[in-house]
């Protein structure tokens, strides 16, 4: 470290951070064991979170506004809301929210499920 002047007089301290190459022996990012272990990590975490029923596999095929009202009748902890095929959504887990993904024709055309 090193000490240089700044305008008013006052002293601040310049650190340099120098990049250092990963050792051997750690895990890339994209390795599989550690993509495997994430993703059974996020599995775990989530699934003990979410209280009450979590998908509706009977409602694909039916009318969304349909769907809406039989998900929040089941799962009064959740709150429904019909997204239209094809919309890019954030993709964060929100255990109070369920997608119900309509086509055109307002038909539920994916399981909806709790995220």
Not at 77 to 83: M, P, S
Not at 91 to 98: A, D, S, W
Request: net charge positive.
């Amino acid at each position: 470290m090193r000490k240089a002047d700044d305008n008013g007089g006052r002293r601040y301290r310049v650190r340099r951070y120098e990049k250092t190459s990963a050792s051997p022996s750690s895990p890339s990012l994209t390795s599989p064991s550690l993509v495997v272990a994430l993703a059974n990590f996020n599995i775990l975490k989530f699934s003990h979170a979410c209280e009450g029923k979590s998908s509706w596999p009977e409602l694909v095929g039916a009318p969304g506004t349909l769907a809406v009202t039989i998900i929040e009748r089941q799962n009064p902890l959740v709150h429904a809301g019909i997204v239209p095929e094809g919309t890019i959504v954030i993709l964060n887990f929100v255990c109070n929210r369920v997608r119900v993904w309509v086509n055109k024709a307002g038909i539920v055309v994916t399981t909806p499920v709790i995220g």
